[in-house]
């Protein structure tokens, strides 16, 4: 079984509309949890952390259930400019291991 | 704005060429990490410093890969020789490392073809 694992999508919503992606995690070790967003042909950003109590940042909602090693990540109000790939990822001791990501393609 | 930079941005190259990768982290930084990033497999890990000691490269083909960081502004990454599955996007990227924080900070990545 793969350490993170994410559907890969793609996801393909209308602008306004709200989109969730999930992310399971395999060690129950890990120690604590990103989203990180890559836009086609560059290099990944982080998005945000995703603290156990769940957190917010504008229009972007993450959760982390540590009981079901789940991790989520919700949008509301897409915009044309969040269409890329969102990956999940786990950090446990000095490294960090990214999920292979869930693709979102927002249209007009 | 800092900045990692990463050379060669593209590198097309024979298989059993030997091809060099470097890396320049942001002033400040004490980590160092190299992943590999295809289609197949998403991003992977090869190798990480910390303070330019090597912690960990088991994800590295050893035979013919190696990471160095002979000073704090350079980290390399070396194919040797180098094999058409090679093929992939090379990322370097740094952090300062406290616990539990999560942000690295990727350069735009070497994208390697070996034909």
């Known amino acids: 079984r793969k350490e993170v694992e994410q559907d890969p999508g793609p996801f393909n919503v209308p602008e306004g509309a709200t989109v969730a992606f999930n992310c399971t995690y395999s060690n129950s070790a890990s120690q604590s949890f990103f989203w990180y967003r890559q836009d086609c042909r560059k290099e990944p950003k982080l998005l945000m952390s995703v603290y156990s109590s769940g957190n917010e940042d504008g229009r972007f909602t993450a959760q982390l259930n540590r009981a079901s090693q789940y991790i989520s990540l919700l949008i509301r109000d897409s915009k044309l400019s969040d269409s890329a790939t969102y990956l999940c990822v786990v950090r446990r001791y000095s490294t960090l291991t990214f999920g292979k990501g869930t693709m979102l393609l927002v249209s007009p | ?115």
Not at chain 2, 49 to 58: E, G, Q, V
């Open chain 2, 1 to 115: 704005d800092a900045r990692v930079t990463q050379t060669p941005r593209d590198k097309v190259t024979e298989m059993g060429q030997e091809v060099t990768m470097r890396c320049q982290p942001i002033l400040g930084h004490n980590t160092v990490f190299w992943y590999r990033q295809t289609m197949k497999q998403g991003l992977e890990l090869l190798a990480y410093f910390r303070n330019r000691a090597p912690l960990d490269d088991s994800g590295m083909p050893k035979d013919r890969f190696s990471a160095e960081m002979p000073d704090a502004t350079l980290a390399t990454l070396k194919i040797q020789p180098s094999e058409p599955r090679d093929s992939a996007v090379y990322f370097c990227a740094s952090g300062l490392w406290l616990e539990n924080t999560g942000e690295l900070f990727f350069g735009e990545g070497s994208r390697l073809t070996v034909l």
